[in-house]
Protein backbone atom coordinates (compact mmCIF):
# COMPACT_ATOMS: atom_id res chain seq x y z
CA UNK A 1 0.00 0.00 0.00
CA UNK A 2 1.53 3.48 -0.92
CA UNK A 3 2.42 5.79 2.38
CA UNK A 4 1.07 9.73 2.64
CA UNK A 5 4.51 10.13 3.90
CA UNK A 6 6.22 9.31 0.83
CA UNK A 7 3.41 10.34 -1.67
CA UNK A 8 4.22 14.23 -0.71
CA UNK A 9 7.62 14.85 -1.95
CA UNK A 10 9.00 18.63 -2.33
CA UNK A 11 12.09 16.93 -4.79
CA UNK A 12 12.28 18.65 -7.63
CA UNK A 13 12.83 16.77 -10.98
CA UNK A 14 16.00 17.44 -12.73
CA UNK A 15 17.54 19.20 -9.46
CA UNK A 16 17.40 15.84 -7.53
CA UNK A 17 20.96 16.97 -6.20
CA UNK A 18 19.65 20.40 -4.86
CA UNK A 19 16.81 18.55 -2.81
CA UNK A 20 16.55 19.84 0.99
CA UNK A 21 13.82 20.91 3.25
CA UNK A 22 13.83 24.87 2.99
CA UNK A 23 11.71 27.25 4.91
CA UNK A 24 10.29 29.93 2.64
CA UNK A 25 7.12 32.41 2.11
CA UNK A 26 5.97 30.09 -0.67
CA UNK A 27 6.30 26.62 -0.03
CA UNK A 28 7.69 24.72 -2.82
CA UNK A 29 4.20 23.33 -4.70
CA UNK A 30 2.98 27.33 -4.55
CA UNK A 31 6.18 27.71 -6.89
CA UNK A 32 4.97 24.80 -9.46
CA UNK A 33 1.60 26.74 -9.65
CA UNK A 34 3.68 29.97 -9.92
CA UNK A 35 6.05 28.48 -12.61
CA UNK A 36 3.28 27.14 -14.85
CA UNK A 37 1.25 30.23 -14.51
CA UNK A 38 3.86 32.49 -16.09
CA UNK A 39 5.58 30.30 -18.80
CA UNK A 40 4.72 30.26 -22.30
CA UNK A 41 2.74 26.66 -22.75
CA UNK A 42 0.18 27.97 -20.41
CA UNK A 43 -0.28 31.26 -22.03
CA UNK A 44 -0.80 29.60 -25.01
CA UNK A 45 -3.20 27.80 -24.02
CA UNK A 46 -5.86 31.13 -24.48
CA UNK A 47 -5.81 30.58 -28.02
CA UNK A 48 -6.98 26.81 -27.81
CA UNK A 49 -10.06 25.33 -27.96
CA UNK A 50 -12.17 23.33 -25.34
CA UNK A 51 -15.51 22.53 -26.83
CA UNK A 52 -17.27 25.39 -28.83
CA UNK A 53 -15.08 27.39 -31.41
CA UNK A 54 -12.98 30.46 -30.15
CA UNK A 55 -15.42 32.67 -28.92
CA UNK A 56 -16.78 35.27 -31.19
CA UNK A 57 -19.52 37.70 -29.90
CA UNK A 58 -20.29 35.28 -27.29
CA UNK A 59 -17.49 34.36 -24.97
CA UNK A 60 -16.94 30.61 -24.17
CA UNK A 61 -14.31 28.69 -22.64
CA UNK A 62 -11.32 28.15 -23.99
CA UNK A 63 -8.48 26.32 -22.76
CA UNK A 64 -6.77 28.62 -20.38
CA UNK A 65 -9.74 29.66 -18.90
CA UNK A 66 -11.37 25.94 -18.52
CA UNK A 67 -7.22 25.35 -16.80
CA UNK A 68 -7.81 28.13 -14.16
CA UNK A 69 -11.19 26.95 -13.51
CA UNK A 70 -10.27 23.53 -12.79
CA UNK A 71 -6.93 24.30 -10.57
CA UNK A 72 -9.93 26.31 -8.69
CA UNK A 73 -11.76 23.68 -7.95
CA UNK A 74 -9.01 21.10 -7.54
CA UNK A 75 -7.63 23.38 -4.84
CA UNK A 76 -11.08 23.62 -2.93
CA UNK A 77 -10.97 19.13 -3.23
CA UNK A 78 -7.39 18.83 -2.58
CA UNK A 79 -8.30 21.38 0.94
CA UNK A 80 -11.65 19.39 1.97
CA UNK A 81 -9.42 15.89 1.61
CA UNK A 82 -6.63 17.61 3.70
CA UNK A 83 -8.61 18.26 6.29
CA UNK A 84 -10.61 15.35 6.28
CA UNK A 85 -7.47 12.98 6.22
CA UNK A 86 -6.38 15.16 8.96
CA UNK A 87 -9.32 14.80 11.49
CA UNK A 88 -8.71 10.86 10.20
CA UNK A 89 -5.33 10.76 11.10
CA UNK A 90 -4.07 13.79 13.27
CA UNK A 91 -0.31 14.57 13.40
CA UNK A 92 0.89 11.06 11.94
CA UNK A 93 0.75 12.26 8.28
CA UNK A 94 3.59 15.27 8.75
CA UNK A 95 2.67 18.93 7.47
CA UNK A 96 2.96 18.13 3.92
CA UNK A 97 -0.58 16.80 4.45
CA UNK A 98 -2.04 19.98 4.06
CA UNK A 99 0.14 21.03 0.98
CA UNK A 100 -2.30 18.60 -1.34
CA UNK A 101 -4.92 21.79 -2.02
CA UNK A 102 -1.60 23.07 -3.62
CA UNK A 103 -0.27 20.39 -5.29
CA UNK A 104 -3.86 19.58 -6.72
CA UNK A 105 -4.19 23.74 -8.36
CA UNK A 106 -0.52 23.33 -9.81
CA UNK A 107 -1.14 20.13 -11.63
CA UNK A 108 -4.95 21.29 -12.88
CA UNK A 109 -3.29 24.10 -14.82
CA UNK A 110 -0.98 21.73 -16.25
CA UNK A 111 -3.43 18.65 -17.16
CA UNK A 112 -4.08 20.21 -21.05
CA UNK A 113 -1.09 21.77 -21.40
CA UNK A 114 -0.03 18.58 -23.84
CA UNK A 115 -2.95 19.09 -26.07
CA UNK A 116 -2.58 20.00 -29.77
CA UNK A 117 -4.62 22.50 -30.95
CA UNK A 118 -8.27 22.02 -31.87
CA UNK A 119 -8.51 19.53 -28.97
CA UNK A 120 -9.02 15.98 -29.74
CA UNK A 121 -9.16 16.22 -33.96
CA UNK A 122 -5.77 17.31 -33.30
CA UNK A 123 -4.93 14.21 -31.48
CA UNK A 124 -6.37 11.97 -34.11
CA UNK A 125 -5.16 14.27 -37.34
CA UNK A 126 -1.71 13.17 -35.79
CA UNK A 127 -2.39 9.59 -35.28
CA UNK A 128 -4.34 8.56 -38.38
CA UNK A 129 -1.44 10.03 -40.94
CA UNK A 130 0.71 8.03 -38.98
CA UNK A 131 -1.71 5.02 -38.97
CA UNK A 132 -3.54 5.38 -42.11
CA UNK A 133 -1.95 8.08 -44.29
CA UNK A 134 1.49 8.86 -45.51
CA UNK A 135 3.18 7.97 -42.47
CA UNK A 136 2.56 4.69 -42.34
CA UNK A 137 5.52 3.57 -44.46
CA UNK A 138 7.71 5.36 -41.92
CA UNK A 139 7.66 2.27 -39.68
CA UNK A 140 9.60 0.22 -41.95
CA UNK A 141 11.05 3.04 -43.74
CA UNK A 142 13.04 4.02 -40.88
CA UNK A 143 12.71 1.09 -38.51
CA UNK A 144 10.83 2.05 -35.66
CA UNK A 145 10.36 -0.32 -32.60
CA UNK A 146 6.70 -1.54 -32.18
CA UNK A 147 6.77 0.25 -28.55
CA UNK A 148 7.62 3.71 -30.60
CA UNK A 149 5.00 3.42 -33.47
CA UNK A 150 3.03 2.69 -30.64
CA UNK A 151 3.33 6.10 -29.23
CA UNK A 152 3.01 8.09 -32.83
CA UNK A 153 -0.21 6.11 -34.16
CA UNK A 154 -1.72 6.53 -30.55
CA UNK A 155 -0.66 10.19 -30.02
CA UNK A 156 -1.52 11.29 -26.85
CA UNK A 157 -2.16 14.71 -24.55
CA UNK A 158 -1.84 13.45 -21.55
CA UNK A 159 1.54 11.61 -22.17
CA UNK A 160 2.33 15.08 -24.57
CA UNK A 161 1.99 16.86 -21.14
CA UNK A 162 4.15 15.16 -19.01
CA UNK A 163 6.86 15.41 -22.13
CA UNK A 164 6.52 18.89 -22.22
CA UNK A 165 6.76 19.21 -18.06
CA UNK A 166 10.03 16.53 -18.04
CA UNK A 167 11.94 17.08 -21.07
CA UNK A 168 14.84 18.53 -21.69
CA UNK A 169 14.69 20.71 -25.27
CA UNK A 170 17.72 22.25 -27.17
CA UNK A 171 18.93 24.62 -25.54
CA UNK A 172 17.21 24.43 -22.22
CA UNK A 173 17.90 22.91 -18.47
CA UNK A 174 17.32 19.42 -17.44
CA UNK A 175 14.18 18.33 -16.02
CA UNK A 176 12.04 20.72 -18.06
CA UNK A 177 9.58 22.49 -15.89
CA UNK A 178 11.54 21.29 -12.99
CA UNK A 179 8.22 20.61 -10.69
CA UNK A 180 8.43 18.63 -8.00
CA UNK A 181 8.14 14.77 -7.93
CA UNK A 182 4.43 15.41 -6.27
CA UNK A 183 2.68 17.66 -8.86
CA UNK A 184 4.40 15.55 -11.96
CA UNK A 185 2.90 12.71 -11.35
CA UNK A 186 -0.42 13.97 -9.89
CA UNK A 187 -1.26 14.65 -14.33
CA UNK A 188 -0.11 11.42 -15.02
CA UNK A 189 -3.99 9.64 -15.41
CA UNK A 190 -3.15 6.33 -17.04
CA UNK A 191 0.48 5.83 -15.92
CA UNK A 192 1.79 3.37 -18.20
CA UNK A 193 3.23 3.27 -21.59
CA UNK A 194 1.45 3.02 -24.74
CA UNK A 195 2.28 -0.54 -25.11
CA UNK A 196 -0.61 -1.20 -22.42
CA UNK A 197 -3.25 0.33 -24.18
CA UNK A 198 -6.29 -2.11 -25.41
CA UNK A 199 -9.55 -1.57 -27.13
CA UNK A 200 -11.49 -0.33 -24.52
CA UNK A 201 -8.47 1.66 -23.09
CA UNK A 202 -7.31 3.51 -25.71
CA UNK A 203 -4.67 6.12 -23.45
CA UNK A 204 -1.68 6.03 -21.90
CA UNK A 205 0.69 8.27 -19.70
CA UNK A 206 3.88 8.45 -21.13
CA UNK A 207 6.02 8.40 -24.18
CA UNK A 208 8.94 5.77 -24.87
CA UNK A 209 11.15 8.80 -24.38
CA UNK A 210 10.12 9.85 -21.12
CA UNK A 211 9.61 6.32 -19.60
CA UNK A 212 12.55 6.19 -17.65
CA UNK A 213 11.52 9.75 -16.13
CA UNK A 214 7.81 8.58 -15.02
CA UNK A 215 9.44 5.22 -13.97
CA UNK A 216 12.37 7.34 -11.57
CA UNK A 217 9.25 9.70 -10.09
CA UNK A 218 7.09 6.51 -9.42
CA UNK A 219 9.60 4.44 -7.82
CA UNK A 220 10.37 7.48 -5.44
CA UNK A 221 7.10 8.32 -4.56
CA UNK A 222 6.19 4.74 -3.72
CA UNK A 223 4.02 4.14 -6.72
CA UNK A 224 2.84 0.40 -6.90
CA UNK A 225 4.45 -0.94 -9.91
CA UNK A 226 2.15 -3.66 -11.49
CA UNK A 227 4.59 -4.52 -14.55
CA UNK A 228 7.44 -2.94 -16.26
CA UNK A 229 6.35 0.57 -17.46
CA UNK A 230 2.86 -0.28 -15.50
CA UNK A 231 1.75 1.29 -12.49
CA UNK A 232 -1.13 2.26 -10.28
CA UNK A 233 -2.37 5.63 -9.91
CA UNK A 234 -0.80 7.89 -8.17
CA UNK A 235 -3.69 8.75 -5.64
CA UNK A 236 -3.79 12.74 -5.87
CA UNK A 237 -4.60 11.83 -9.77
CA UNK A 238 -8.42 10.75 -9.00
CA UNK A 239 -8.56 14.47 -7.45
CA UNK A 240 -6.84 16.19 -10.20
CA UNK A 241 -9.62 14.16 -12.74
CA UNK A 242 -12.36 14.60 -10.61
CA UNK A 243 -11.46 18.72 -10.78
CA UNK A 244 -11.51 18.29 -14.49
CA UNK A 245 -14.84 16.14 -14.94
CA UNK A 246 -16.52 18.68 -13.10
CA UNK A 247 -15.63 21.72 -14.90
CA UNK A 248 -15.47 20.17 -18.15
CA UNK A 249 -19.50 18.53 -17.44
CA UNK A 250 -21.08 21.78 -15.74
CA UNK A 251 -19.48 24.70 -17.38
CA UNK A 252 -20.60 23.31 -20.52
CA UNK A 253 -24.07 23.29 -19.51
CA UNK A 254 -23.42 26.92 -18.72
CA UNK A 255 -21.70 27.87 -21.86
CA UNK A 256 -24.41 25.80 -24.00
CA UNK A 257 -27.06 28.23 -22.30
CA UNK A 258 -25.44 31.08 -23.44
CA UNK A 259 -25.09 29.76 -27.09
CA UNK A 260 -28.85 29.12 -26.44
CA UNK A 261 -27.82 25.29 -27.70
CA UNK A 262 -30.13 24.11 -24.03
CA UNK A 263 -32.96 26.35 -23.24
CA UNK A 264 -33.21 28.27 -20.03
CA UNK A 265 -35.66 25.92 -18.73
CA UNK A 266 -33.47 22.78 -19.54
CA UNK A 267 -30.46 24.26 -17.98
CA UNK A 268 -32.58 25.00 -14.69
CA UNK A 269 -33.89 21.75 -14.43
CA UNK A 270 -30.74 19.96 -15.69
CA UNK A 271 -28.99 22.03 -12.74
CA UNK A 272 -31.34 21.70 -10.22
CA UNK A 273 -31.58 17.91 -10.42
CA UNK A 274 -28.37 17.85 -8.13
CA UNK A 275 -30.30 19.15 -5.14
CA UNK A 276 -33.72 17.46 -3.22
CA UNK A 277 -36.66 19.26 -3.33
CA UNK A 278 -36.57 20.96 -0.35
CA UNK A 279 -32.83 22.36 -1.52
CA UNK A 280 -34.40 22.48 -4.50
CA UNK A 281 -37.28 25.42 -3.37
CA UNK A 282 -34.42 27.22 -1.67
CA UNK A 283 -32.06 27.70 -4.73
CA UNK A 284 -35.33 28.81 -6.61
CA UNK A 285 -36.02 31.47 -3.81
CA UNK A 286 -32.14 32.65 -3.89
CA UNK A 287 -31.91 32.14 -8.07
CA UNK A 288 -35.25 34.80 -8.59
CA UNK A 289 -33.02 37.46 -6.54
CA UNK A 290 -31.60 38.30 -9.82
CA UNK A 291 -33.73 38.48 -12.97
CA UNK A 292 -30.74 37.62 -15.96
CA UNK A 293 -31.08 34.52 -16.79
CA UNK A 294 -27.45 34.02 -17.34
CA UNK A 295 -26.60 35.15 -13.64
CA UNK A 296 -29.15 32.73 -12.26
CA UNK A 297 -27.64 30.00 -14.07
CA UNK A 298 -24.07 31.03 -13.02
CA UNK A 299 -25.91 31.14 -9.39
CA UNK A 300 -27.12 27.12 -10.36
CA UNK A 301 -23.56 26.23 -11.42
CA UNK A 302 -21.46 28.03 -8.43
CA UNK A 303 -23.91 25.42 -6.26
CA UNK A 304 -23.57 22.55 -8.16
CA UNK A 305 -19.70 22.94 -8.83
CA UNK A 306 -20.01 22.73 -4.54
CA UNK A 307 -22.44 19.98 -4.07
CA UNK A 308 -19.47 18.29 -6.14
CA UNK A 309 -17.11 19.21 -4.40
CA UNK A 310 -17.98 17.68 -0.96
CA UNK A 311 -19.09 14.53 -2.78
CA UNK A 312 -16.07 13.98 -4.36
CA UNK A 313 -13.95 15.02 -1.13
CA UNK A 314 -16.01 12.48 0.58
CA UNK A 315 -15.76 9.73 -2.02
CA UNK A 316 -11.82 10.31 -1.50
CA UNK A 317 -11.36 9.60 2.11
CA UNK A 318 -14.36 6.99 1.94
CA UNK A 319 -12.18 5.15 -0.58
CA UNK A 320 -8.74 5.98 0.67
CA UNK A 321 -8.11 2.10 1.21
CA UNK A 322 -8.53 1.53 -2.48
CA UNK A 323 -6.68 4.14 -3.88
CA UNK A 324 -3.63 3.87 -1.85
CA UNK A 325 -3.50 0.49 -2.34
CA UNK A 326 -4.24 0.50 -6.70
CA UNK A 327 -7.68 -1.05 -6.18
CA UNK A 328 -10.07 1.49 -7.23
CA UNK A 329 -10.50 1.55 -10.88
CA UNK A 330 -13.46 4.27 -11.26
CA UNK A 331 -13.34 7.72 -10.64
CA UNK A 332 -14.58 9.63 -7.89
CA UNK A 333 -17.72 11.10 -9.70
CA UNK A 334 -18.77 7.93 -10.24
CA UNK A 335 -18.64 7.12 -6.32
CA UNK A 336 -20.67 9.84 -5.08
CA UNK A 337 -23.99 9.61 -3.60
CA UNK A 338 -26.69 7.87 -6.44
CA UNK A 339 -28.74 11.28 -6.09
CA UNK A 340 -25.77 13.29 -7.41
CA UNK A 341 -24.60 10.35 -9.60
CA UNK A 342 -27.91 10.53 -11.47
CA UNK A 343 -27.72 14.38 -12.24
CA UNK A 344 -24.31 14.16 -13.36
CA UNK A 345 -24.96 11.22 -15.88
CA UNK A 346 -28.45 13.39 -17.12
CA UNK A 347 -25.75 16.63 -18.00
CA UNK A 348 -23.61 13.96 -19.80
CA UNK A 349 -26.46 12.55 -22.13
CA UNK A 350 -27.38 16.04 -22.65
CA UNK A 351 -23.90 17.24 -23.48
CA UNK A 352 -23.65 14.26 -25.86
CA UNK A 353 -26.57 15.10 -27.40
CA UNK A 354 -26.70 18.85 -27.13
CA UNK A 355 -23.15 19.76 -27.67
CA UNK A 356 -20.63 17.66 -28.74
CA UNK A 357 -22.67 16.55 -32.01
CA UNK A 358 -23.45 20.26 -32.55
CA UNK A 359 -23.14 21.92 -35.90
CA UNK A 360 -20.54 24.20 -34.35
CA UNK A 361 -18.52 21.62 -32.71
CA UNK A 362 -18.37 19.31 -35.31
CA UNK A 363 -17.38 22.00 -38.23
CA UNK A 364 -14.14 22.69 -35.65
CA UNK A 365 -13.53 19.53 -35.44
CA UNK A 366 -13.98 18.75 -39.00
CA UNK A 367 -11.74 22.01 -39.52
CA UNK A 368 -9.08 21.22 -37.21
CA UNK A 369 -8.35 17.90 -38.41
CA UNK A 370 -7.69 18.81 -42.25
CA UNK A 371 -5.29 21.64 -40.78
CA UNK A 372 -3.34 19.84 -38.42
CA UNK A 373 -3.21 16.53 -40.54
CA UNK A 374 -2.11 19.03 -43.86
CA UNK A 375 1.00 20.29 -41.19
CA UNK A 376 1.78 17.26 -39.90
CA UNK A 377 1.95 15.43 -43.59
CA UNK A 378 4.69 19.15 -44.57
CA UNK A 379 6.21 19.00 -42.10
CA UNK A 380 7.55 15.28 -41.37
CA UNK A 381 8.23 14.72 -45.10
CA UNK A 382 10.39 18.42 -44.84
CA UNK A 383 12.88 17.11 -41.89
CA UNK A 384 13.21 13.35 -43.51
CA UNK A 385 14.09 15.25 -46.75
CA UNK A 386 15.64 18.12 -45.44
CA UNK A 387 17.90 18.77 -48.54
CA UNK A 388 15.02 19.61 -50.64
CA UNK A 389 14.76 23.65 -51.39
CA UNK A 390 10.82 23.66 -50.12
CA UNK A 391 11.87 21.71 -47.13
CA UNK A 392 14.65 24.60 -46.23
CA UNK A 393 11.92 26.59 -46.40
CA UNK A 394 9.78 24.91 -44.25
CA UNK A 395 12.45 24.00 -41.34
CA UNK A 396 13.82 27.60 -41.28
CA UNK A 397 9.93 28.70 -39.53
CA UNK A 398 10.84 25.87 -36.66
CA UNK A 399 12.18 27.04 -33.09
CA UNK A 400 15.87 25.66 -32.44
CA UNK A 401 14.35 24.62 -29.36
CA UNK A 402 12.84 21.44 -31.22
CA UNK A 403 15.56 18.96 -32.10
CA UNK A 404 14.59 18.08 -35.91
CA UNK A 405 17.73 17.39 -36.57
CA UNK A 406 18.13 14.25 -34.31
CA UNK A 407 19.46 11.34 -36.11
CA UNK A 408 17.00 9.31 -34.38
CA UNK A 409 13.91 8.80 -36.38
CA UNK A 410 11.25 8.60 -33.90
CA UNK A 411 12.79 11.48 -31.79
CA UNK A 412 12.71 13.17 -34.95
CA UNK A 413 9.40 12.54 -35.08
CA UNK A 414 8.51 13.28 -32.06
CA UNK A 415 10.13 17.17 -32.66
CA UNK A 416 7.65 17.86 -35.32
CA UNK A 417 5.04 16.45 -32.66
CA UNK A 418 6.70 18.51 -29.95
CA UNK A 419 6.56 21.87 -32.57
CA UNK A 420 2.76 21.25 -33.93
CA UNK A 421 1.26 20.36 -30.77
CA UNK A 422 2.46 23.57 -29.12
CA UNK A 423 0.90 25.71 -31.44
CA UNK A 424 -2.47 27.60 -30.84
CA UNK A 425 -5.14 26.87 -33.44
CA UNK A 426 -4.44 30.55 -34.59
CA UNK A 427 -0.84 29.84 -35.16
CA UNK A 428 -1.83 26.37 -36.78
CA UNK A 429 -4.61 28.19 -38.93
CA UNK A 430 -2.07 30.66 -40.20
CA UNK A 431 0.66 28.65 -41.02
CA UNK A 432 -1.88 26.22 -42.64
CA UNK A 433 -2.61 29.15 -45.02
CA UNK A 434 0.27 30.19 -45.54
CA UNK A 435 1.32 26.91 -46.64
CA UNK A 436 -1.19 25.93 -48.81
CA UNK A 437 -1.17 29.35 -50.47
CA UNK A 438 -4.43 30.71 -49.37
CA UNK A 439 -3.09 33.42 -47.69
CA UNK A 440 0.12 35.70 -48.06
CA UNK A 441 1.99 37.54 -45.62
CA UNK A 442 1.70 41.71 -45.57
CA UNK A 443 4.15 42.94 -47.49
Request: glycine share 6%; hydrophobic share 35%.
Amino acid sequence: MMNWNKLISTKRFGLEHYHNEKEQDRTEFQRDFDRLIFSSPFRRLQNKTQVFPLPGSIFVHNRLTHSLEVSCVGRSLGNSVAKLLHTKYGAELGENIHEIGSIISAACLAHDMGNPPFGHSGETAISSYFSEGKGLALKELYGLTDSQWNDIIHFEGNANAFRLLTHQYNGRRKGGFVLTYSTIASIVKYPYKSDYITEKKKKFGFFQSEKDDFVKIADDLGMICLDEYKYCRYPLVFLVEAADDICYEIMDIEDAHKLKLISNAEAKELLLSFFTAEQQEKKIMHMDMVKDENEQIAYLRSSVIGVLVDECSRAFVDNEEAILSGTLHSSLVECVSPMVKSAYAKCQDISYKKIYKSKDVVDIEIAGYNIIYTLIEKEVDAVFHADKAYSKQLIARIPEQYEIDNTNPYNKIMAVLDYISGMTDVYALDLYRKITGMSLPSL
